[in-house]
C-alpha cells in the first residue's frame, strides 16, 4: 500500500502563499491520479486539484481555479500544492491521496461531490490557516 506524507502547511496572511508537498512511499503509476483534498472544521471533505500522469492532466475545484497549480515530480514520489492569493476560506487541513484507477475516466471533475469516493486517504495532512 502506498502511504502519503503531507507536508508545507502553516499560518498566512489573505492574499499570502504556501506550497504543500505531498511525498509518496512508491512511484506513481501511470493509470494514477494524486488528488489533493481539504476539509475545514464542520463541513464535508472537497476536492480541491488532482493530477493525473501518463497524460499530465490537471483537474482544479472551481474555487481555487487560478490561484492553485498542482505539479508533481514523479522521479521523487513527490505531488506538489502551490497556493497562491490565499483567501480566509482556504483555511483547512489539507489532504493528498491517491485515486483507485478510476478518477479520470468516471468522474474527472475533482469538484464533484463525489470526488473523494475515488480516492484512499494515508495520510495525516497538513494545516493551513489564512487570516484576514
Known amino acids: 500500500q502506498v502511504q502519503v506524507v503531507e507536508s508545507g502547511g502553516g499560518s498566512v496572511q489573505a492574499g499570502g502563499s504556501l506550497r504543500l508537498s505531498c511525498a509518496a512511499s512508491?512511484?506513481?503509476?501511470?493509470?494514477?491520479?494524486m488528488g489533493w483534498f481539504r476539509q475545514a472544521p464542520g463541513k464535508e471533505r472537497e476536492g480541491v486539484a488532482a493530477?493525473?500522469?501518463?497524460?499530465?492532466?490537471?483537474y482544479y475545484a472551481d474555487s481555487v481555479k487560478g490561484r492553485f497549480t498542482i505539479s508533481q515530480d514523479n522521479a521523487e514520489k513527490t505531488t506538489y500544492l502551490q497556493m497562491n492569493s490565499l483567501k480566509p476560506e482556504d483555511t483547512a487541513m489539507y489532504y493528498c491521496?491517491?485515486?483507485?484507477?478510476?478518477?479520470?475516466?468516471?468522474?474527472?471533475?475533482?469538484?464533484?461531490?463525489?470526488?473523494?469516493?475515488?480516492?484512499?486517504?494515508r495520510g495525516q495532512g497538513t494545516q493551513v490557516t489564512v487570516s484576514s
Open positions: 491521496a491517491m485515486d483507485f484507477g478510476t478518477f479520470r475516466e468516471s468522474l474527472g471533475d475533482i469538484g464533484a461531490t463525489r470526488a473523494a469516493h475515488y480516492f484512499v486517504f
Open positions: 512508491a512511484y506513481i503509476y501511470s493509470n494514477k491520479c
Open positions: 493530477i493525473c500522469t501518463g497524460g499530465g492532466s490537471t
